[in-house]
């Protein structure tokens, strides 16, 4: 099955747009898996078995693991995702971006080291940059456009031609790059406003929305600007409000992350009509 069409069955299975994302960041985890070898793994897949009725995509952020070079733990928790929760997305996050050859070897790293159903991709390299993720056409290609942070406006609001860069970007990629239907857009939750111009630009191309949570974006207006008219058309992620959601110390971050991570779905549901 290709991305868009699991990613679409994950929404109905689970009555969710919540994607959760894996940033494992040592210093924030429990005490017991700070001094262990396998400590990340057995982190990420509890967390992962906490959650996985409740999300529609999981999101693993490359760099906390790269930084570690806790790469093999990644593989075993990609393999353990495709392994026992087939059904759910797994979105490589590393906003990739070089000339062609060099996109050739992130693009097999994504697909086929952590067989991850779609990669995150940064569009500043053009077209050339791209093209060889979707030579795996049954993978997802989600491509950054305008991003949670503030800084993002730096580029992203440029105005071209009397519109905002990002715009173009979500033109582009609707009118041209998505001609074999495999892609997605990023547009943090921290600005609905341009959530609903590019909803307005794209139709039905799924979102990847970060930022509700520890960014504070709103998810009412979130979910009112970017979804589709089926109530549906993003993955609204969220990673540190969930895994580190204990409250007290000896709480079971495990049930902790669960009772944020439902809280989450049921707000996010709310607001679909
Ligand atoms: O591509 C992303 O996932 C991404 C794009 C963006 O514009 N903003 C953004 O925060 N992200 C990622 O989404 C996650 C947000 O994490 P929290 O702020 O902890 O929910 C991190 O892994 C970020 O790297």
Not at 6 to 18: P, V
Not at 54 to 70: D, E, M, R, T
Not at 122 to 138: A, L, R, T
Request: charged share 20%; glycine share 8%.
């Amino acid at each position: 099955m290709n991305f868009i069409n699991k990613l679409s069955a994950a929404w109905t299975a689970n009555d969710s747009l919540l994607c959760v994302g894996l940033d494992p960041d040592m210093a924030k985890l429990p005490p017991q898996f700070q001094n262990d070898p396998d400590g990340i793994f057995k982190f990420c897949t509890e967390i992962i078995d906490a959650t996985a009725d409740l999300a529609c995509s999981f999101k693993p952020q490359i760099a906390y693991f790269a930084a570690l070079g806790a790469e093999r733990q990644l593989e075993n928790i990609c393999s353990y995702l495709r392994a026992n929760y087939p059904h759910i997305p797994l979105i490589l996050d590393a906003k990739r971006g070089d000339i062609g050859a060099t996109a050739r070897q992130y693009a097999r790293e994504a697909y086929d080291r952590y067989g991850a159903d779609a990669v995150t991709v940064n569009p500043y390299m053009g077209s050339d940059s791209i093209e060889p993720y979707m030579e795996w056409s049954e993978r997802g290609v989600i491509i950054l456009c305008r991003t949670s942070n503030a800084g993002g406006s730096d580029l992203q609001f440029l105005q071209v031609d009397g519109k905002p860069l990002y715009q173009h970007v979500a033109r582009l990629v609707a009118q041209k790059w998505n001609s074999n239907g495999q892609c997605a857009l990023v547009v943090g939750a921290t600005y609905p406003e341009e959530l609903a111009q590019v909803r307005a630009i794209v139709g039905d191309m799924p979102l990847l929305v970060p930022g509700i949570g520890a960014q504070g974006g709103d998810i009412a207006a979130t979910v009112a600007s970017g979804k589709t008219a089926d109530g549906s058309g993003m993955m609204i992620n969220s990673s540190r409000a969930i895994l580190y959601a204990t409250r007290q110390p000896g709480e079971d971050f495990a049930a902790a992350a669960r009772r944020v991570a439902l809280e989450t779905r049921d707000a996010i549901n709310l607001h679909r009509g």
